[in-house]
């Protein structure tokens, strides 16, 4: 075998790529448990495909799987960097090598017809026999391959398949996809009989326009179709029938209509969607109208099986997609299990399937001897073209081909976008590597900021734009998502995009998740692999939360003292969606109702009409809050202010005695008690755990933090005196080795049951970063672990992350505020609180008041401890619940690969006040 192993990329042995078909032909799936080996090198081994070899003493390993999750060598994570020397197209000879065995029992009535071996995925590499004969090699790891095995296989007797793995072969160059390295055969493997007279592919083609369908099924000679809803059966195929009274395919109604093509000898089942999906004047359309992608990406990946997804998986996360309203999917970075777009099809998503290709790693070497621009390499890279195109040619879901990602430019784009539009000439091409366009029909871009989308978008012409890739949503965040989508709404030509990503790709380690490193990789990219929008178990983050109120398609605007509602439904009206609505003062609701949502054509708005009862008469703070709903999914939901809250009085007439003031007792100038109640602060605080957007990107403001020593800074009382206006302590706040300062006054003023603290903080010197946070911080007893508050929420939500934040009440725990993001950071705020309370089991506690507001955290552990913790089990909850009060957050952007926060939402060093109200309950 040669040091190379694969021929720069290139499959041998296999048939002709065809669409995947669900037929009636027999099959045998082949999963389940094989006999396995592991070796580490790919040379100096036996033959193992031999009918009489003696496997006894290998273990059983289930297929589909990838060895590494199994406990076979470990999972390895790079972003870029190839985890081997760039030497095309040669690999190492440490190159591990799993061998596969599997006896299977062939029906006799399978004698005499054609039958084919199908694999739909094997990393990277599979050279396969069949009773010791070799019959080929699969390259493109996800990518279907096809054998003829009819002349090796034996009816009515047992048969031995055998597959050699290779993990690095010629074609890893072509998939450095920022995903971890986990080889083995993670696919389906059947056998299939292929009848004679049967059918070896079929290409639908289902248009839509002016009110009518247009259907041309191709499929071999002879073979006839039926659409008995449509009132098709038995008409010839490869004819065109214009249809009356058909309905549009639109991820919004995913109408699909049930076929058949069939033989004499073979019967093949379809889902047929009607769309046409075309560019025109500028604009990526589909059945006429403007296609907006609210997507994500979306890689396959698993916690405990790594590259193996299990169905009901799949199905769940694309029903919690769409239950955030996510309409889009991008297949990064190769074609996707084939069963994902048959649920594509079923629930309705528009999705561009990319091509298995990605050379990102040659960037680092300026991109010499990359792939795209090397003709060694064009029959692999058409060959990949030409399998992505094949196998999902049929799925309404799917609208264009991507040729791939991140692969720089050269010669070889050229020759895949050629096949791909001889193949299939009705669907665009998105390749975003490729800033000329010359081989793509949009313009694609990852990262843009608000101000080039803005640019872009106000051209008078060009192609249609899509960000492939926007709003890292690494750690907490993304922020922005509000600002894109209002991009994406006022300029036609943006045409929406895809958040960076779906999943965190974690993988499950006693009680937490692992990333790059944590297995011992000599090259890693660290926890960069952990960027989705929901943890790896799937459980959704407070990202994919604002995403959904962000991408919600009923828009609730506040109008004065009322609201509008706009309909942003792509293609249907608003019949059949309802709109509750509450009047609540202070949080608790005084009135309620349900009534129809207007009648409203997708983009238009009209003013809601009174939905409610008038206000009771008082002082309290009231709100209107209106959630829209279809079939019991929420689809929108706002709110309004209905009257602002009176001011809150602030605690005086008490005078300090002794270090008593009122219910309070102070040591040094700091609180240490309340009403019995012992507590540690408030003192000024102004250092969060960086978020991964504080970390990463080209200039990241966490390392600005560190070189101003905002981690560690020493406070100096430099007063505390009582006077007229209070017991009054000023405080200077610095780092070591710098004149830089913040200069913090703290006024207390009591009465018989609470202290109020108003904190007027300056900064003196050369601030040249914003602050992280800008508040106080103290610690209370651990048992105050019942929290309810009068605020945002139910979630987390910071300054550029908080369209999903509604004011109301509610209750939680200290425990359940946090959020467990992978690598432990900054996290669980409650936004623009008036009034929180924090108590034991028997109701005493502690209470506080806002004037106005604060920002609310409480966690069982110090920000010191959150910010040194690396997995969610390093962090262990003390005897004290810390509390941080306020006055903001900086904000979270997307900077760990894209912008940073949006000017408005950086927490600038000024000077800044805060009030809150402290009673001992």
Same mark, same amino acid.
């Given at each position: 075998?040669?040091?190379?192993?694969?021929?720069?990329?290139?499959?041998?042995?296999?048939?002709?790529?065809?669409?995947?078909?669900?037929?009636?032909?027999?099959?045998?799936?082949?999963?389940?448990?094989?006999?396995?080996?592991?070796?580490?090198?790919?040379?100096?081994?036996?033959?193992?495909?031999?009918?009489?070899?003696?496997?006894?003493?290998?273990?059983?390993?289930?297929?589909?799987?990838?060895?590494?999750?199994?406990?076979?060598?470990?999972?390895?994570?790079?972003?870029?960097?190839?985890?081997?020397?760039?030497?095309?197209?040669?690999?190492?000879?440490?190159?591990?090598?799993?061998?596969?065995?599997?006896?299977?029992?062939?029906?006799?009535?399978? !004698?005499?017809?054609?039958?084919?071996?199908?694999?739909?995925?094997?990393?990277?590499?599979?050279?396969?026999?069949?009773?010791?004969?070799?019959?080929?090699?699969?390259?493109?790891?996800?990518?279907?391959?096809?054998?003829?095995?009819?002349?090796?296989?034996?009816?009515?007797?047992?048969?031995?398949?055998?597959?050699?793995?290779?993990?690095?072969?010629?074609?890893?160059?072509?998939?450095?996809?920022?995903?971890?390295?986990?080889?083995?055969?993670?696919?389906?493997?059947?056998?299939?009989?292929?009848?004679?007279?049967?059918?070896?592919?079929?290409?639908?083609?289902?248009?839509?326009?002016?009110?009518?369908?247009?259907?041309?099924?191709?499929?071999?000679?002879?073979?006839?179709?039926?659409?008995?809803?449509?009132?098709? @059966?038995?008409? +010839?195929?490869?004819?065109?029938?214009?249809?009356?009274?058909?309905?549009?395919?639109?991820?919004?109604?995913?109408?699909?209509?049930?076929?058949?093509?069939?033989?004499?000898?073979?019967? /093949?089942?379809?889902?047929?969607?009607?769309?046409?999906? +075309?560019?025109?004047?500028?604009?990526?359309?589909?059945?006429?109208?403007?296609?907006?992608?609210?997507?994500?990406?979306?890689?396959?990946?698993?916690?405990?099986?790594?590259?193996?997804?299990?169905?009901?998986?799949?199905?769940?996360?694309?029903?919690?997609?769409?239950?955030?309203?996510?309409?889009?999917?991008?297949?990064?970075?190769?074609?996707?299990?084939?069963?994902?777009?048959?649920?594509?099809?079923?629930?309705?998503?528009?999705?561009?399937?990319?091509?298995?290709?990605?050379?990102?790693?040659?960037?680092?070497?300026?991109?010499?001897?990359?792939?795209?621009?090397?003709?060694?390499?064009?029959?692999?890279? /058409?060959? @990949?073209?030409?399998?992505?195109?094949?196998?999902?040619?049929?799925?309404?879901?799917?609208?264009?081909?991507?040729?791939?990602?991140?692969?720089?430019?050269?010669?070889?784009?050229?020759?895949?976008?050629?096949?791909?539009?001889?193949?299939?000439?009705?669907?665009?091409?998105?390749?975003?590597?490729?800033?000329?366009?010359?081989?793509?029909?949009? $313009?694609?871009?990852?990262?843009?900021?608000?101000?080039?989308?803005? %640019?872009?978008?106000?051209?008078?012409?060009?192609?249609?734009?899509?960000?492939?890739?926007?709003?890292?949503?690494?750690?907490?965040?993304?922020?922005?998502?509000?600002?894109?989508? %209002?991009?994406?709404?006022?300029?036609?030509?943006?045409?929406?995009?895809?958040?960076?990503?779906?999943?965190?790709?974690?993988?499950?380690?006693?009680?937490?998740? +692992?990333?790059?490193?944590?297995?011992?990789?000599?090259?890693?990219?660290?926890?960069?692999?952990?960027?989705?929008?929901?943890?790896?178990?799937?459980?959704?983050?407070?990202?994919?939360?604002?995403?959904?109120?962000?991408?919600?398609?009923?828009?609730?605007?506040?109008?004065?003292?009322?609201?509008?509602?706009?309909?942003?439904?792509? $293609?249907?009206?608003?019949?059949?969606?309802?709109?509750?609505?509450?009047?609540? /003062?202070?949080?608790?609701?005084? !009135?309620?109702?349900?009534?129809?949502?207007?009648?409203?054509?997708?983009?238009?708005? *009209?003013?809601?009409?009174?939905?409610?009862?008038?206000?009771?008469?008082?002082?309290?703070? *009231?709100?209107?809050?209106?959630?829209?709903?279809?079939?019991?999914?929420?689809?929108?939901?706002?709110?309004?202010?209905?009257?602002?809250?009176?001011?809150?009085? @602030?605690?005086?007439?008490?005078?300090?005695?002794?270090?008593?003031?009122?219910?309070?007792?102070?040591?040094?100038?700091?609180?240490?008690?309340?009403?019995?109640?012992?507590?540690?602060?408030?003192?000024?605080?102004?250092?969060?755990?960086?978020?991964?957007?504080?970390?990463?990107?080209?200039?990241?403001?966490?390392?600005?933090?560190?070189?101003?020593?905002?981690?560690?800074?020493?406070?100096?009382?430099?007063?505390?005196?009582?006077?007229?206006?209070?017991?009054?302590?000023?405080?200077?706040?610095?780092?070591?080795?710098?004149?830089?300062?913040?200069?913090?006054?703290?006024?207390?003023?009591?009465?018989?049951?609470?202290?109020?603290?108003?904190?007027?903080?300056?900064?003196?010197?050369?601030?040249?970063?914003?602050?992280?946070?800008?508040?106080?911080?103290?610690?209370?007893?651990?048992?105050?672990?019942?929290?309810?508050?009068?605020?945002?929420?139910?979630?987390?939500?910071?300054?550029?992350?908080?369209?999903?934040?509604?004011?109301?009440?509610?209750?939680?725990?200290?425990?359940?505020?946090?959020?467990?993001?992978?690598?432990?950071? %900054?996290?669980?705020?409650?936004?623009?609180?008036?009034?929180?309370?924090?108590?034991?089991?028997?109701?005493?506690?502690?209470?506080?008041?806002?004037?106005?507001?604060?920002?609310?955290?409480?966690?069982?552990?110090?920000?010191?401890?959150?910010?040194?913790?690396?997995?969610?089990?390093?962090?262990?909850?003390?005897?004290?619940?810390?509390?941080?009060?306020?006055?903001?957050?900086?904000?979270?952007?997307?900077?760990?690969?894209?912008?940073?926060?949006?000017?408005?939402?950086?927490?600038?060093?000024?000077?800044?006040?805060?009030? /809150?109200?402290?009673?001992?309950?």
């Amino acid at each position: 075998m040669s040091a190379h192993i694969g021929d720069f990329g290139r499959p041998h042995g296999t048939v002709p790529p065809r669409a995947a078909l669900h037929t009636d032909a027999p099959s045998i799936d082949l999963s389940g448990a094989w006999r396995f080996r592991l070796s580490p090198t790919a040379t100096g081994l036996d033959e193992f495909w031999a009918e009489g070899y003696d496997d006894s003493g290998w273990d059983a390993l289930p297929v589909p799987s990838s060895w590494p999750m199994h406990g076979y060598g470990q999972p390895a994570y790079t972003n870029i960097t190839y985890p081997f020397p760039v030497d095309p197209p040669h690999v190492p000879t440490e190159n591990p090598t799993g061998d596969h065995r599997r006896v299977i029992e062939v029906p006799a009535d399978w !004698a005499g017809q054609r039958v084919l071996l199908r694999f739909e995925g094997v990393d990277s590499y599979g050279r396969v026999w069949v009773n010791g004969a070799e019959v080929g090699a699969t390259q493109g790891s996800r990518l279907t391959h096809e054998f003829d095995v009819t002349a090796h296989l034996r009816a009515g007797e047992a048969n031995v398949v055998a597959v050699r793995v290779h993990q690095w072969s010629a074609g890893s160059y072509l998939e450095d996809q920022d995903m971890w390295w986990l080889p083995g055969i993670f696919r389906a493997v059947t056998l299939e009989v292929r009848p004679s007279g049967g059918i070896d592919d079929v290409f639908v083609h289902a248009g839509f326009a002016d009110g009518r369908g247009t259907l041309r099924v191709d499929a071999p000679d002879g073979a006839l179709l039926s659409v008995p809803s449509l009132g098709l @059966r038995d008409v +010839a195929v490869n004819t065109d029938h214009v249809l009356d009274r058909v309905e549009p395919w639109t991820p919004e109604t995913p109408t699909l209509y049930e076929a058949a093509v069939s033989t004499g000898a073979e019967t /093949v089942s379809l889902r047929i969607g009607f769309r046409t999906v +075309a560019v025109v004047d500028g604009l990526l359309t589909a059945n006429g109208q403007r296609i907006f992608f609210r997507g994500v990406n979306r890689h396959e990946f698993h916690p405990d099986l790594g590259r193996v997804v299990p169905l009901d998986a799949v199905r769940a996360e694309l029903e919690l997609m769409k239950t955030h309203h996510v309409n889009a999917i991008r297949t990064s970075h190769y074609p996707p299990d084939a069963a994902l777009l048959d649920l594509c099809d079923e629930l309705g998503f528009w999705v561009v399937v990319e091509n298995d290709f990605e050379t990102h790693g040659f960037e680092q070497n300026g991109w010499r001897n990359n792939p795209t621009d090397d003709p060694r390499w064009t029959d692999a890279l /058409v060959d @990949r073209m030409r399998r992505t195109v094949q196998r999902d040619k049929n799925h309404p879901s799917v609208v264009m081909w991507s040729l791939g990602n991140e692969a720089g430019v050269g010669r070889n784009l050229a020759s895949m976008a050629a096949v791909a539009r001889e193949l299939d000439p009705d669907r665009p091409l998105h390749y975003e590597g490729d800033r000329s366009n010359a081989h793509t029909d949009v $313009h694609s871009r990852m990262y843009a900021t608000p101000d080039e989308v803005a %640019e872009i978008g106000a051209a008078p012409d060009g192609l249609p734009f899509v960000l492939c890739e926007y709003a890292h949503a690494m750690g907490n965040g993304p922020g922005l998502l509000s600002t894109y989508r %209002e991009l994406f709404e006022r300029y036609p030509r943006c045409q929406g995009g895809f958040i960076w990503e779906w999943l965190d790709h974690g993988i499950r380690r006693g009680n937490h998740f +692992a990333y790059g490193g944590d297995f011992g990789e000599p090259v890693h990219d660290g926890n960069f692999v952990i960027d989705g929008l929901v943890f790896p178990d799937r459980t959704p983050s407070p990202g994919l939360t604002e995403l959904g109120a962000i991408f919600a398609p009923v828009r609730l605007v506040p109008d004065g003292d009322a609201l509008t509602v706009r309909n942003g439904y792509d $293609h249907r009206d608003l019949t059949g969606v309802t709109l509750d609505w509450t009047v609540a /003062v202070d949080g608790t609701t005084v !009135a309620a109702g349900s009534q129809a949502a207007p009648d409203l054509a997708p983009g238009q708005s *009209a003013p809601l009409p009174a939905l409610h009862a008038d206000v009771p008469a008082g002082r309290g703070e *009231a709100w209107l809050t209106v959630t829209a709903r279809l079939a019991g999914a929420t689809v929108g939901a706002g709110q309004v202010r209905l009257r602002s809250a009176a001011d809150r009085p @602030r605690r005086s007439g008490r005078r300090l005695v002794g270090d008593t003031l009122g219910p309070a007792v102070f040591r040094g100038g700091d609180l240490v008690a309340l009403g019995g109640l012992a507590l540690r602060g408030p003192r000024l605080d102004v250092w969060r755990a960086p978020i991964d957007n504080d970390v990463f990107g080209p200039d990241p403001v966490a390392d600005r933090w560190r070189k101003a020593g905002l981690h560690r800074l020493t406070h100096r009382v430099v007063d505390a005196a009582d006077g007229a206006d209070g017991y009054v302590v000023t405080s200077r706040v610095a780092p070591a080795g710098s004149d830089r300062a913040l200069l913090a006054t703290y006024t207390w003023t009591a009465d018989d049951d609470a202290v109020t603290l108003a904190l007027h903080v300056e900064p003196t010197g050369d601030w040249d970063v914003p602050l992280p946070r800008a508040g106080v911080s103290m610690a209370i007893p651990g048992r105050l672990g019942a929290v309810e508050w009068f605020g945002g929420g139910p979630g987390e939500a910071y300054v550029d992350s908080s369209v999903a934040a509604l004011v109301g009440r509610y209750e939680s725990t200290v425990d359940a505020l946090q959020t467990p993001y992978v690598r432990p950071q %900054e996290n669980g705020n409650r936004t623009k609180v008036r009034q929180a309370s924090f108590t034991d089991p028997t109701g005493a506690g502690l209470e506080l008041i806002g004037h106005p507001t604060f920002e609310l955290t409480a966690r069982r552990w110090s920000t010191a401890e959150l910010t040194s913790a690396r997995h969610t089990d390093d962090l262990r909850p003390g005897r004290d619940v810390h509390l941080h009060l306020d006055y903001g957050h900086h904000g979270l952007g997307t900077a760990a690969c894209g912008p940073p926060p949006a000017p408005e939402a950086w927490l600038h060093a000024e000077p800044f006040d805060l009030v /809150v109200t402290l009673r001992a309950r």
